[in-house]
């Protein structure tokens, strides 16, 4: 017995010792910036320097006024809002995409890889022109007859809507499909039996029996939304902007990085809390 223990210990050790590495990269490349962006956000602001190590909640309360505050309810919606869409279409999309043959299914997700290998700005401008009155969308709608002069609908927040929502599409669709690719046929055939019609099948059956995948996917989006930074910036005016855009503001061209610290620490632990929630969520929903 006293001979098994010492080789239980040392076992123990080699299966812990290949996670080292990542988690002193987790310490190196996460938890020392995150300390130090929680110890700048307490300083205090230098007039005409950068600041000074004198602690004070002032950035926080700062950022609590109405001003800020807008602009949190604003990105907080903005991300809401873009996960919403990327789920009503995005969860009968996938669906559909899943009942296809392999051979087809494989173009849809190589078309969704490369949306995300795509960068912001080329999505930001390529959104631009086709919202533009000189090249856009409103030009096809003239020819057609459905509107009598070309106009421009960018910058505005419909197009910070639709470019974000495309942005982050091929994110929900790529969660999702695991879930709808090892969904049980038997459901919606059990369904159909009983009298349903496809679409209330859906909806009444599918959905539910996928809560939360839908869950996880809605939260990712929006944590992946609440980063936004260029493309409010190139489709949308400066009320349009998101909380990121006002956080680069404020430490580059307002020099005021104590108060950028305060904001930024804000976003990541609202992005740790969603995370969190996640997967509290996913482990009850497998205990269920």
Sequence with gaps: MSAAAPGTKAGGWREQAPLIFP?????????VPFGLMIAVSLFERVAGGFYQPVLTTANYARFLSLFFGKILVFSLGLSALVSALCLIVGAPFTYLLTKLRRRWQV???????AVLSLSEVIIGFSWSTLLSRTAGLSNLFVSLGLMDNPDAWTPGFFAVLAGMTYQAFPYAVLVLYPSFSR?????????????ASPLRAFFTVILPALRMALIATFII?????????????????????TLSV???????YQSNMPFAAAMAVFLVVTSLSLVLLTTTLGRKGRAA
């Design 183 to 195: 969904l049980d046929p038997s459901l919606a055939e059990a369904a159909r039996t009983l009298g």
């Design 23 to 31: 988690a002193l990269m987790l310490l190196a490349f996460f938890v």
């Design 246 to 252: 006002l956080i680069t503001d404020q430490a580059i």
């Design 221 to 241: 989006v929006f944590v992946f939304a609440l980063g936004a930074y260029l493309l409010p910036q190139l489709l949308g005016r400066p009320e349009h902007w």
């Design 107 to 113: 173009p849809w997700l190589v078309a969704m890889l």
